[in-house]
């Protein structure tokens, strides 16, 4: 990946700016469009078919 050496916020313009943000957040917005959907993967939790995993609810102590 190439490193980008940044102007410094202070040394800008207001313009030159908001030129970046908005270069920036286009940038973000092709890559969301572009990218390819997330591949579902099966994960296994080790446990056989027929088992269930049950948790005990919180009970609150009576004073």
Excluded: C, W
């Excluded at 040394?11 to 997330?38: C, K």
């Excluded at 080790?46 to 005990?56: S, W």
């Amino acid at each position: 990946m190439k490193n980008l050496e940044l102007a410094s916020p202070s040394e800008m313009s207001a313009s030159a700016r908001t030129g970046e943000i908005t270069t920036i957040l286009a940038a973000a917005i092709v890559r969301t469009l572009v990218a390819d959907e997330p591949k579902q993967r099966v994960v296994g939790l080790g446990f056989l078919p027929d088992q269930r995993v049950h948790t005990t609810p919180y009970q609150e102590e009576q004073l």
